[in-house]
């Protein structure tokens, strides 16, 4: 009996002391969610990116001021399969915010002495073309090199010498210290340069002369220790592109260029660690932080800004992952953002990086309501096509925990992007204006063009050379230009709040060429080139069960609609609010 107790006492035990380990772990769990978020300047942000999750942000954002982190947080999912958050001490990539890495292992070999940035590539590297002996570090730092930019796929195997001769072999782009043209190549030959001088590999040179000294745990490609923290997935869309580490290590094309993973927690020591002078000295940092041709330093953009010096560097890849640092020398401020999902075509770090540095400094920005999350079941009934009263079409799809809307044609886009204004007429007016001075331009006529054109004096023939250089280029891919159509005109999502974008279409035999025009005050002041015609979706989530809030990152645009549900459930319609007016569409019933 004694025994039998013994024995449950200890199994009581044991379940007691287990149960108190998993709460500890759940509170560590929170606690890393929770991250910090301290002062009004952490709140705004916090409220901002919070708020934005739901319409398509995912990464995390460091904020620190005066020494003081103010916001240290994850936001959105790492895993969704797994539906694993992201935290502040989730890993991501880097991208080419790696050149500074790369660039300071080079600037810790010269504080040595073992090379100079004067010396030229040839005193590294066997069989250096005689158009290329002129080429030295400097000019690979500061990517004035003239060498080719890219050598292949990031993660495809590639050795390290074969690499470089690839380099060495491929044509000169222009002379050296001519001008500048950014080379990832540039910079995968200063990681050679760091073996051959160190005689140690790339990523172990890193490891105990930057890493290591600055305590950064979890950066690295793949000698930190991955098991003890979440690497994030990276994602296109819908797509899961995986995690680096499930890739074949990171060879010549991708090393010392990019790539390089941590967390913002390590990358706001490096920026400690930069603002000492115990790992790179004061005399180095200032070669490293002048800035060269194109305001470019040594692995940083050194720029002048209206607060002040910032240094900054950039990065990402087409698998959805981007990232950004940026100090601001003057303010004393710093903010590390990394991403894991691209935002349709774009990098998901451009289109908030200028909300959360307008936030940082005190401006104020357009952000969505807070919304809740409905069961796809209860979504599910709302999907459909809707004929919008004015005219035009919107197709309505249950996704990721909300509705997207989709306008159809050019008369439902620009109504739709339009409801905030008192009157979308000027709207459409820009479509027939952009859609006749292209007519023209096909005829050879630019004389349209001149009369809409801002500056046209040293804009008219640039934007007619532009246009005829395209066309002339996809002519086999599209055929003869047969019509050209205003696929809709909306917010255009920068500068002032009257500038917008009109996406024109020229239609061919085979193909289409797409290119956007932006207005102010119905005067064009840009031209630019589309791949595809623009994504005019909009993700809208629940604030209740019948009405939705919708918002675009890019565009920072806000709208609603309300379903109209009868009282046997059946969906009728729904109405588009605005400021001013309102837009009803109704529901076209299956089989219509």
């Given amino acids: ?92 990539s880097t991208g080419s915010v790696t050149k500074q890495f790369t660039a300071a292992g080079i600037m810790k070999l010269e504080m040595r002495r073992k090379l100079s940035t ?47 001769q690839k380099i060495l072999d491929a044509p000169l782009l222009f002379k050296p210290g001519e001008r500048f043209g950014y080379s990832n190549a540039g910079y995968s030959m200063l990681a050679a340069i760091i073996e051959k001088v160190s005689r140690k590999s790339y990523e172990e040179f890193l490891n105990e002369q930057l890493f290591k000294p600055a305590g950064m745990e979890f950066t690295g490609y793949r000698m930190p220790q991955w098991d003890k923290r979440v690497v994030a ?72 800004t209206e607060h002040g010096t910032l240094i900054q560097h950039d990065g990402g890849s087409l698998l959805g992952n981007s990232a950004e640092m940026r100090r601001y020398i003057d303010a004393d401020v710093v903010t590390i953002l990394f991403c894991n999902q691209s935002y349709g075509r774009k990098p998901l770090f451009e289109v908030v990086r200028d909300n959360i540095e307008t936030l940082v400094f005190g401006g104020n920005v357009v952000m969505p309501p807070s919304v809740i999350t409905l069961d796809n079941e209860s979504l599910k009934k709302f999907e459909g096509k809707y004929l919008l009263s004015s005219g035009g079409e919107l197709d309505v799809e249950a996704k990721g925990g909300g509705l997207v809307v989709h306008p159809k044609e050019e008369d439902a886009i620009t109504t739709f992007f339009s409801i ?57 891919r599209t055929g003869e230009i047969q019509n050209v159509i205003a696929v809709g005109t909306f917010p255009s999502g920068i500068g002032e709040e009257s500038e917008v974008r009109t996406c024109i279409q020229l239609k061919g035999e085979k ?46 645009y806000n709208v609603r609609i309300s379903l109209n549900v009868g009282g046997s459930g059946f969906v009728k319609g729904l109405t588009v609010h605005g400021k001013d007016r309102e837009l009803s569409a109704s529901k076209v019933e299956e089989g219509k």
């Fill in 511 to 556: 193909g289409s060429i797409f290119f956007e025009m932006l207005w102010r005050d119905k005067k064009n002041i840009g031209i630019g080139p589309l791949m595809s015609a623009l994504d005019t979706s909009i993700a809208f989530m629940a604030t209740s069960r019948n009405e939705f809030a919708g918002y675009r990152l890019d565009l920072a």
């Fill in 118 to 164: 004067d010396d030229p590539i040839s005193k590294f590297f066997k069989n250096v073309p005689r158009e290329k002996k002129g080429i030295t570090i400097h000019h690979l730092l500061t990517h004035t090199s003239g060498v080719v930019n890219f050598t292949g796929m990031d993660y495809e195997r590639a050795a390290r010498d074969e690499t470089v």
């Fill in 233 to 304: 997935h990276w994602y296109v869309g819908d797509k899961d592109n995986g995690t680096p580490l499930e890739k074949s290590y990171p060879y010549w094309n991708l090393l010392g260029n990019g790539g390089i993973l941590s967390t913002i927690g390590d990358m706001y020591k490096w920026h400690i660690a930069l603002n000492t002078d115990e790992i790179i000295s004061a005399e180095v940092k200032k070669k490293i932080f002048t800035p060269y041709l194109n305001d470019y330093g040594y692995g940083w953009d050194v720029l002048k």
């Fill in 1 to 92: 009996m004694k025994n039998h107790l013994a024995c449950l006492l200890l199994f009581l035990f044991i379940v007691s002391f287990s149960y108190a380990l998993i709460n500890d772990s759940i509170s560590l769990i929170v606690d890393r969610e929770r991250g910090i978020v301290e002062g009004v300047l952490g709140r705004r942000v916090d409220k901002y990116l919070s708020r934005i999750s739901p319409f398509g942000f995912s990464g995390a954002l460091l904020v620190a001021k005066s020494g003081n982190i103010m916001l240290n947080k994850g936001y959105g999912v790492a895993i969704r399969s797994l539906n694993v958050p992201n935290t502040s001490e989730t890993v991501f």
């Fill in 420 to 476: 905030e204004k008192a009157d979308s007429g000027v709207l459409k007016e820009l479509n027939k204006l952009s859609v006749s001075i292209f007519e023209a331009a096909l005829k050879g006529d630019y004389k349209p063009f001149g009369e809409v054109l801002f500056n046209k004096e040293k804009r008219l023939e640039r934007v007619r050379q532009f246009i005829e250089m395209r066309i002339r280029r996809y002519k086999k």
